[in-house]
C-alpha cells in the first residue's frame, strides 16, 4: 500500500512458495494514519506512468518535504560550522501525521529566519572587526613612510637644495608648491608587481609608491581566506591623477582606507580604532555564544527530523506512483507480494484502517497476472556475502536454481586450494573471527570502505581462513615449512647394506659410507624393502620438504588434483541445470540438451579422471617405473595410433572407440535436437490445431516458449487449449533463430569444456606461486636472521621477525589472498555458473524505511 518493507515476489508455483500480485484499494482519509504504521511487505508498481509528475495528487506534500529537506541542510551545514556534534539517535522516529507536519514546517521556518540574521550580522561585525584591525596595520606600518614637519619654516632660503632633502618630505613638497595627494591601504601579496607597473604605465611617473610587506598574515574580509599583505602608500600630484590611482586600486581589489594628514590626527585615529575593536570583540563574543546556543538547541532534535522527513518524502513518492480513482475517493496500487507475507499484509491493512478510523476499510485482491515476478532470496548475515557474489555476475531469474548455496561451500575450497597454507589460513581465520564477534561494534559497520568490505565479508573471510587451514594440513605446508606429526613413512637406514641379507645386496643399488660422503644428492629407491613402509596419515609426506625433486611431485599431484576438481564441478553445473529444465517444465532439454552435455563431459574428461584414478589405485611405489604417461594414454585416445600400446587396463582400446563415438554422436543432437523438436511441435501445432497445456508461462521472451505455447501437449497428454496461448500465432516462430541460438550454445560449450578445463589449472598454479613465494620469503628473512651467531642473533631476530610478520601479511595474505579471491569468483562465473544459471532476473528490492540512510553526509548531499 502507502509504502513498504521487507522483500518478496509473485505469482504463485507449484510447489505454493512463490509470490502473489496483490491489489489494493483504501479511501484516502485512511491514507494519512497509515503512513505512520510503516505498510507492508510488497513491490509497488506505477500505475499512473503517463501522468505528469507535476499533476499526480501528492506533488503538493513532495514540495513541502523538499522545502522541510532544505532547511534542514542548511542547520546541518551551520551546526557543522560551529564544531557542534550531531546525535545519531539509535530508534528510528516514525513518519509524523499532517499535524505535526505543519507545526514543523513553522518551528523550522522561524529557525531559519532567526539563524540567517543572526548569522548575518556577525558576519557583518566580523568583517568590520578585520577592517578595523588592517586599518590599524595600516597607519602603524605607513607611519614611517613620509616625515611629517608642519612647524618647519623657511628662514633662509626659499627653495632649499633637493639632494638635501627627501623627495617625500612633506614640507619640500608645500615648499615646491605642488598639490599633494596620498592614497593608503592593502593589496595582496601576489598583486604588488602587477599593481606597480601598472601605477607607473598610467600615470607616467606621477605617482610615488612606497609598501613594505606585513608580519603576520590577516584573513581577507570579503573571502575569508588567511594571506599575507602588503601594506602601500601613493603620493600623486594633481585630482586627474589620483582619479586614476583610486581607479587602479579598485581593479586590483586593494583595501583602501583614509589617510591621516598630521600627526595628532594619526593619534586620535589610532585610539578610535582601539576603542571600537574591543567593542566589536565583546558584541562579536556575545553573539557566537548566542548563536552556539541555538545551534546546540537545534542540534538535539534535527537527526529525528531527518529521518522523519525523508519518510514522508518516500511515502508521499510512493502514493504518487499509485492511481487515483476520482469517482470513490481511493488510491489503488499494485504490489508484488512473497504468498509467505500475504497475511502479513492482509494484517497490516486493517491495523492501518482501524488506527485511522476510516468508515470504509482498504482491501485486498489477488490478481493474475503473466508478467515475469521480481526474484526474492532471502538471507541473513551468515549467507548474504556467498549471495552477493551471485548477484554481481546476475541476479538470478524467477524460481531459476540459486548457485549461492552451493557457493557456500565450493568457493572457500577453490579460495583455499590456490591458497593452501596452515599458518596463512590460520592468521586469516583469527582475523575473521575477530570481526565476527565484534560485528555488532558501531566503529565496524561505519568504517572507512575498505575496512568495511572486509567487515561486510567477515563470513567468507573466516570459511576461506578454516578451508585454508584444512589444505594447508593436506600439502604440509605452514609458512613454506612442513609439519612432522605423525612420522615419516620414509626410512633413510633401509639404503644401507647392513640393513639387508647378502643375497638381497646383489639386486639392490644401495648405499655405503664411500656413496655418501661423494654424493650431493641421494635418491630413495621405494622398491627396496623397508625404505617406503606406508603413506602418511593425512596429506604430504614430510619428507618432501627436503627433497629436491618436491617440485616435481607437487607439480603432478596439484595438477592432476586440479583437473578432478574442475570436471567435478563442471559436471555438477550441468545436473543443476536438470533441475532448472524440470521446475520449468521443459522435460525436452533434459534428453536434447543436459544429456549429450553430460555424455560429451563424461567421456571425454571423465574417462581422463578415471585413468588418474585406476592409476594411482593400480600401481604402487615399487611397479611406479612402468606405469604408463597419462598424458600419452589420453592424446591416444583420439589419434589412434597403429603400434599396440600396453595401456593402463585390458580393452583400453575398444572402450575408448566407444566414448569417441558416444561423444561424436552427441554433438549433432547439442546442435540440432532441440531446433528440430520445436519445428516439429511448432508444426503439429498448426496441422492438428492442438495446444499443450500444464504449462506454466513465467516470461513470453523467447521462440522456445513460443513453440511450447502452440504445441502437443507431450508430457501430459491434455489437449485443453489456454487462454494466453490463443493470441500466439504462427509468424510468431523463427526457426532459423532458434537454431543460430542452439548452434552458438552447442559451440560455446563444446569448445569451453577444453578451455574449462584448461581454467581450472589456475588452481595448481596459484598454488605453486604462494608455496614459491612462501618458500623465498623465508629464505630471505627468517633462514638469514636464525644463521646468525649468538652474540648478534638476538638483536637481529627481532627486527626479522617483524619484517617478516609485516611481508608476510602485506604480500602473501592480502595480494596472494586478493589473487586467489578474485580467480574462485572467475571460476564460479564463468566455469561453473554458466552451465546452468543464465541471471536475468529483476531483483526484488522492496520499499523499506530500512534502506533510508540515516547518515547526515548523504541525507544532505
Not at 492482509?346 to 515475469?372: D, Q
Not at 560485528?439 to 568504517?447: A, K, V, W
Request: glycine content about 6%; charged content about 20%.
Amino acid at each position: 500500500m502507502d509504502s513498504v518493507s521487507e522483500e518478496g515476489t509473485s505469482e504463485p508455483g507449484p510447489e505454493g512458495a512463490g509470490l502473489e500480485k496483490v491489489w489494493e484499494q483504501g479511501v484516502l482519509g485512511r491514507r494519512r494514519a497509515q503512513q505512520v504504521q510503516g505498510p507492508p511487505p510488497g513491490k509497488r508498481k506505477k500505475l499512473n506512468q503517463n501522468v505528469s509528475s507535476f499533476q499526480r495528487k501528492f506533488v503538493g506534500e513532495v514540495k513541502r518535504c523538499e522545502e522541510l529537506e532544505r532547511i534542514l541542510a542548511y542547520l546541518v551545514q551551520e551546526i557543522t560550522r560551529a564544531d557542534i556534534p550531531l546525535p545519531e539517535g539509535d530508534a528510528s522516529p516514525p513518519a509524523p501525521p499532517l499535524k505535526q507536519v505543519l507545526e514543523m514546517q513553522e518551528q523550522l521556518q522561524k529557525l531559519e529566519v532567526e539563524l540567517r540574521e543572526v548569522t548575518k550580522n556577525k558576519e557583518k561585525l566580523r568583517k568590520n572587526l578585520l577592517e578595523l584591525i588592517e586599518y590599524t596595520h595600516m597607519l602603524r606600518v605607513t607611519r614611517t613612510f613620509v616625515k611629517r614637519n608642519v612647524e618647519f619654516e623657511p628662514t633662509y632660503e626659499e627653495f632649499p637644495a633637493l639632494e638635501n632633502d627627501s623627495l617625500l618630505d612633506y614640507s619640500s613638497m608645500q615648499r615646491l608648491g605642488a598639490k599633494l595627494g596620498f592614497v593608503s591601504g592593502l593589496i595582496s601579496q601576489g598583486k604588488v608587481e602587477a599593481f606597480e607597473k601598472m601605477l607607473w604605465r598610467v600615470c607616467k611617473g606621477y605617482t610615488i609608491l612606497t609598501y613594505a610587506e606585513l608580519d603576520e598574515p590577516l584573513e581577507d574580509p570579503e573571502t575569508g581566506e588567511v594571506i599575507k599583505w602588503y601594506v602601500f602608500l601613493i603620493s600623486f600630484w594633481g585630482e586627474q591623477i589620483g582619479y586614476k590611482v583610486k581607479k587602479i586600486c579598485d581593479c586590483y581589489h586593494c583595501h583602501i582606507y583614509p589617510y591621516p594628514n598630521t600627526a595628532e590626527e594619526r593619534r586620535e585615529i589610532q585610539e578610535g580604532l582601539n576603542t571600537r575593536i574591543q567593542d566589536l570583540y565583546t558584541v562579536l563574543h556575545k553573539t557566537e555564544d548566542y548563536l552556539r546556543q541555538v545551534l546546540c538547541k537545534a542540534a538535539e532534535s534535527v537527526y529525528s527530523r531527518v529521518i522523519q522527513v525523508k519518510k514522508m518524502k518516500a511515502i508521499y513518492h510512493m502514493l504518487n506512483m499509485c492511481s487515483f480513482d476520482v469517482t470513490n475517493k481511493c488510491l489503488i496500487a499494485e504490489v508484488w507480494c512473497p504468498e509467505a507475507d500475504l497475511h502479513a499484509l492482509r494484517c497490516a491493512l486493517e491495523e492501518g484502517s482501524r488506527e485511522s478510523g476510516a468508515t470504509i476499510p482498504s482491501f485486498m485482491n489477488i490478481i493474475p497476472t503473466k508478467e515475469t515476478p521480481p526474484t526474492l532470496i532471502r538471507t541473513n548475515k551468515f549467507t548474504e556475502g556467498f549471495q552477493n557474489i551471485v548477484d554481481a555476475y546476475g541476479v538470478g531469474s524467477y524460481r531459476e536454481v540459486n548457485p549461492a548455496l552451493f557457493t557456500i561451500v565450493t568457493f572457500p575450497f577453490l579460495f583455499a586450494v590456490m591458497f593452501g597454507d596452515f599458518g596463512h589460513g590460520f592468521v586469516m581465520f583469527l582475523f575473521a573471527l575477530l570481526l565476527v564477534l565484534n560485528e555488532n561494534h558501531p566503529r565496524l559497520s561505519q568504517s572507512q570502505e575498505i575496512m568495511r568490505m572486509f567487515f561486510n565479508g567477515r563470513y567468507i573471510l573466516l570459511l576461506m581462513g578454516l578451508f585454508s587451514v584444512y589444505t594447508g594440513l593436506i600439502y604440509n605446508d605452514c609458512f613454506s615449512k612442513s609439519v612432522n606429526l605423525f612420522g615419516s613413512g620414509w626410512n633413510v637406514s633401509a639404503m644401507y647394506g647392513a640393513a639387508h641379507a647378502p643375497s638381497e645386496r646383489k639386486k639392490m643399488v644401495l648405499w655405503n659410507d664411500s656413496v655418501v660422503r661423494h654424493n650431493r644428492v641421494l635418491q630413495l629407491d621405494p622398491s627396496i624393502p623397508g625404505v617406503f613402509r606406508g603413506p602418511y596419515p593425512l596429506g604430504i609426506d614430510p619428507i618432501w620438504n627436503l627433497a629436491t625433486n618436491r617440485l616435481t611431485f607437487l607439480n603432478s599431484f596439484k595438477m592432476k588434483m586440479s583437473v578432478i576438481l574442475g570436471i567435478i564441478h563442471m559436471t555438477f553445473g550441468v545436473i543443476l541445470g536438470i533441475f532448472n529444465h524440470l521446475h520449468f517444465r521443459k522435460k525436452f532439454n533434459i534428453y536434447l540438451v543436459s544429456i549429450p552435455e553430460l555424455l560429451f563431459m563424461l567421456c571425454i574428461f571423465g574417462h581422463l579422471i578415471f585413468m588418474i584414478v585406476y592409476k594411482w589405485l593400480l600401481y604402487s611405489a615399487e611397479t611406479s617405473r612402468v606405469a604408463p604417461s597419462i598424458l600419452i594414454e589420453f592424446i591416444n585416445m583420439f589419434l589412434f595410433p597403429t603400434s599396440e600400446t600396453n595401456g593402463l587396463y585390458p580393452g583400453q582400446e575398444h572402450v575408448q572407440r566407444l566414448l569417441l563415438v558416444v561423444t561424436a554422436l552427441s554433438v549433432p543432437v547439442l546442435f540440432l535436437g532441440k531446433p528440430l523438436f520445436l519445428l516439429w511441435l511448432h508444426n503439429g501445432r498448426s496441422c492438428f490445431g492442438v495446444s499443450r497445456s500444464g504449462y506454466t508461462l513465467v516470461r513470453k521472451d523467447s521462440e522456445e516458449e513460443v513453440s511450447l505455447l502452440g504445441s502437443q501437449d507431450i508430457e501430459e497428454g491434455n489437449h485443453q487449449m489456454e487462454d494466453g496461448c490463443r493470441e500466439v500465432t504462427c509468424e510468431e516462430f523463427n526457426f532459423g533463430e532458434i537454431l543460430m541460438t542452439q548452434v552458438i550454445h552447442s559451440i560455446e560449450y563444446c569448445l569451453g569444456c577444453i578451455s574449462n578445463t584448461a581454467s581450472y589449472l589456475r588452481l595448481w598454479a596459484l598454488s605453486l606461486a604462494h608455496a614459491q613465494l612462501s618458500d623465498v620469503l623465508w629464505a630471505m628473512l627468517m633462514r638469514v636472521g636464525l644463521r646468525v651467531d649468538t652474540t648478534y642473533g638476538v638483536l637481529l631476530l627481532l627486527p626479522v621477525i617483524a619484517l617478516f610478520a609485516v611481508l608476510t601479511i602485506f604480500i602473501l595474505l592480502i595480494m596472494e589472498g586478493l589473487s586467489a579471491f578474485l580467480h574462485a569468483i572467475r571460476l564460479h562465473w564463468v566455469e561453473f555458473q554458466n552451465k546452468f544459471y543464465v541471471g536475468a532476473g529483476t531483483k526484488f528490492v522492496p520499499f523499506s524505511f530500512r534502506l533510508l540512510s540515516s547518515k547526515f553526509s548523504d541525507d544532505m548531499a
